[in-house]
């Protein structure tokens, strides 16, 4: 594949996001920041990221930002990052810059850093389209998400995935070392809680139906959830 083209000066490139936390445990490899990416005109049913939807909405930052917040972590012991959304590629140049520089910066790193990153489009069309990109991967979790309802859904076979339908495309020997697999999902927990930024912040890979059961048994405790980012 050709090495990414796609950005000239990407430090001066902004990524509009949601939101960014760390350590995310449940949506890759070890202890991860998560990238949150604001926009996706996909709108999958049954997206439980709704939040993330509107363009116009989240902020703004420069990809030497996202390489500081890494680095911050790296006594923290940092393993990747994990790009999600939202939908990265509706941001191509800026999802290109910020790859070249986190690239740039894990080559100094002395423990081994690993880039997921998730789309809802379909897996050919992002070859054709973004082989630079690619390049600069280590896993693609690619494919809109399937909603399988709360009854009737099917959990996907990896915790790494939203539905079955997705697959995992790992792109380089340490994608394929601690993703193929799956070795590692099969003991991680599939969803964490955070309280941040005046909210709680459920991540993960619900399987169908966790999240109107969590509602469920919140409201028989008397804890109403208001403004979930799974419903209209
Ligand atoms: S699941 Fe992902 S691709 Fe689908 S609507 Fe939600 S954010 Fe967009």
């Not at 509107?54 to 990747?80: F, L, M, T, Y």
């Given at each position: 594949?050709?090495?990414?083209?796609?950005?000239?000066?990407?430090?001066?490139?902004?990524?509009?996001?949601n939101k960014?936390?760390?350590?995310?445990?449940?949506?890759?490899?070890?202890?991860?920041?998560?990238?949150w990416?604001?926009?996706?005109?996909?709108?999958?049913?049954?997206c439980v990221s709704r939040d993330t939807w509107d363009?116009?909405?989240?902020?703004?930052?420069?990809?030497?930002?996202?390489?500081?917040?890494?680095?911050?972590?790296?006594?923290?012991?940092?393993?990747?990052?994990?790009?999600?959304?939202g939908?990265?590629?509706?941001?191509?140049?800026?999802?290109?810059?910020?790859?070249?520089?986190?690239?740039?910066?894990?080559?100094?790193?002395?423990?081994?850093?690993?880039?997921?990153?998730?789309?809802?489009?379909?897996?050919?069309?992002?070859?054709?389209?973004?082989?630079?990109?690619?390049?600069?991967?280590?896993?693609?979790?690619?494919?809109?998400?399937?909603?399988?309802?709360?009854?009737?859904?099917?959990?996907?076979?990896?915790?790494?995935?939203?539905?079955?339908?997705?697959?995992?495309?790992?792109?380089?020997?340490?994608?394929?070392?601690?993703?193929?697999?799956?070795?590692?999902?099969?003991?991680?927990?599939?969803?964490?809680?955070?309280?941040?930024?005046?909210g709680a912040w459920f991540i993960?890979?619900p399987?169908?139906?966790?999240m109107?059961?969590?509602?469920?048994?919140?409201?028989?405790?008397?804890?109403?959830l208001e403004g979930v980012s799974w419903r209209a």
């Amino acid at each position: 594949m050709n090495r990414g083209v796609e950005s000239k000066g990407g430090a001066e490139v902004k990524f509009r996001i949601n939101k960014a936390h760390f350590p995310v445990t449940t949506l890759g490899y070890g202890r991860r920041l998560g990238l949150w990416v604001q926009g996706c005109a996909i709108r999958c049913r049954g997206c439980v990221s709704r939040d993330t939807w509107d363009a116009g909405g989240g902020w703004d930052v420069e990809p030497a930002e996202v390489v500081a917040w890494c680095d911050a972590r790296r006594a923290q012991e940092i393993d990747g990052i994990t790009i999600s959304g939202g939908e990265p590629f509706e941001q191509p140049r800026a999802l290109a810059a910020l790859l070249e520089a986190l690239n740039a910066w894990r080559r100094g790193l002395d423990r081994a850093f690993d880039i997921l990153c998730y789309s809802g489009l379909p897996r050919r069309r992002i070859e054709r389209r973004h082989p630079g990109i690619l390049a600069m991967l280590d896993v693609l979790i690619p494919e809109p998400y399937v909603d399988g309802g709360m009854a009737g859904g099917r959990a996907p076979r990896s915790l790494w995935r939203g539905s079955d339908n997705q697959p995992l495309v790992p792109l380089t020997p340490l994608g394929r070392t601690r993703y193929d697999g799956e070795n590692n999902a099969a003991c991680a927990p599939r969803i964490q809680v955070s309280i941040d930024r005046g909210g709680a912040w459920f991540i993960g890979i619900p399987r169908p139906g966790d999240m109107d059961r969590l509602e469920e048994q919140a409201r028989a405790r008397g804890v109403i959830l208001e403004g979930v980012s799974w419903r209209a």
